[in-house]
């Protein structure tokens, strides 16, 4: 499986050992000026420790071929997975519903959550435990996740959220939401379900040594785009 990961600066490089360790997928890296032929099955938007707070990084992004190199990928069927920072990448180029939105009172969500799948017919989530909730790593200062109450709706009953934030026991709340996202919403994907958007970061490397369940989602996903 070859996979084209997104030079995105801040960037965890280590995103790209993950993936030829673990999984033995072939990876590599692709500078935001170089999107024009993708020939990956799989392609990447990773998370990015500047992308919060630099405009000028943004405007970077709006500027290059990015967004209409996902959008042509896209529509020919091709994967695309963003993880936090790379999920409102994906929002924000009109590929994923919503975005994220800061506020005065914005700041570093860093905590360990729990999540539990909510439509199994996905790549993301087909191979996972409909009934036992995903433990999984949460890092960003992007703000809240939100969608209007319609949207929520036509999501929900087009399978389309995938992910929701719960506890332990796998119950829904107020107080199991770390980040105030609209629904508890986690991850979610398109219509098509060739783009997801995940906001915990299933693939961190100090934390696949302690086998969270990141190595869990992950490996669904990978089997069932390649099967």
Same mark, same amino acid.
């Given at each position: 499986? !070859? ?18 360790? %673990? =999984?033995?997928? $072939? ?9 024009? *032929? ?19 990084? #943004? ?11 996902? $959008?042509?990928? /896209? ?12 999920? *409102? ?14 506020? /005065? @009172? ?8 729990? &999540? !539990?799948?909510? =439509? #199994?017919? $996905? ?6 435990? =409909? +009934? #036992?909730?995903? @433990?999984?790593?949460?890092? %960003? ?6 969608? $209007? ?22 119950? &829904?709340? !107020?107080? /199991?939401?770390? +980040? ?24 961190? #490397?100090?934390? =696949? ?13 990978? !089997?069932?785009?390649?099967?």
């Amino acid at each position: 499986m !070859k996979i084209g990961i997104v030079n995105i600066p801040g960037m965890d490089v280590s995103l790209v050992q993950i993936l030829r360790e %673990h =999984f033995h997928n $072939s990876a590599e890296i692709v500078d935001l000026g170089n999107t024009e *032929q993708w020939k990956y099955d799989l392609v990447m938007v990773p998370p990015s420790t500047l992308y919060s707070d630099s405009e000028e990084l #943004k405007r970077r992004i709006e500027q290059s071929s990015l967004y209409t190199s996902l $959008s042509e990928y /896209s529509d020919q069927g091709g994967f695309i997975v963003g993880i936090q920072s790379g999920f *409102q990448i994906l929002c924000a180029a009109g590929l994923l519903e919503g975005g994220f939105v800061r506020t /005065s @009172r914005t700041s570093l969500v860093n905590a360990m959550v729990d &999540v !539990k799948s909510e =439509f #199994k017919r $996905s790549p993301l989530t087909y191979l996972v435990d =409909f +009934d #036992k909730p995903l @433990r999984l790593y949460l890092s %960003h200062a992007l703000g809240y996740y939100r969608l $209007s109450d319609e949207s929520v709706r036509r999501l929900q009953q087009k399978g389309q959220i995938l992910l929701r934030y719960c506890d332990e026991r796998g119950y &829904v709340s !107020k107080e /199991s939401n770390p +980040d105030g996202s609209t629904s508890s919403i986690a991850a979610i994907c398109n219509a098509q379900r060739n783009v997801f958007g995940i906001t915990p970061n299933p693939a961190v #490397k100090s934390f =696949f040594q302690h086998h969270l369940d990141g190595l869990e989602l992950m490996d669904s996903f990978f !089997k069932m785009i390649t099967r």
